[in-house]
């Protein structure tokens, strides 16, 4: 079974900056045969993609919201991908949930969230004004 694992949401002021973290884990499961995503869900909204890196070749993807804001990165030796986020604003303000999915990397498809296998339990990243 694959887990994965976020941490580091918190409480930011709008202009600040947080880094979350994605641990990934499991029986037989070989991270770089997947890709990694980042989404997030705000209340009475529906769940959507951030940004995603794919794990064998480093190549990555933004949504538009968040390009030129938000960096995602991967430590492979730790099956770990960050995403730094840079200059938050309050309509950031979400629970952010990592996800894993298999297969072919191209474009944008591991910004839906139908695209992927496995998720996390999410954490909470709360932007004041």
């Known amino acids: 079974e694959v887990q994965l694992v976020e941490s580091g949401g918190g409480l930011v002021q709008a202009g600040g900056s947080l880094r979350l973290s994605c641990a990934a884990s499991g029986s037989g499961f070989s991270f770089d045969d997947y890709a990694i995503g980042w989404f997030r869900q705000a209340p009475g909204k529906e769940r959507e993609g951030v940004s995603s890196i794919s794990s064998s070749d480093g190549r990555t993807f933004y949504s538009d919201s968040v390009t030129g804001r938000f960096t995602i990165s991967s430590d492979n030796a730790k099956n770990t991908v960050y995403l730094q986020m840079n200059s938050l604003k309050p309509e950031d303000t979400a629970v952010y949930y990592c996800?894993?999915?298999?297969?072919?990397?191209?474009?944008?498809?591991?910004?839906?969230?139908?695209?992927?296998?496995?998720w996390g339990k999410g954490t909470l990243v709360t932007v004041s004004s």
């Open positions: 996800a894993a999915g298999f297969g072919p990397y191209y474009s944008g498809r591991f910004l839906w969230p139908a695209a992927m296998d496995h």
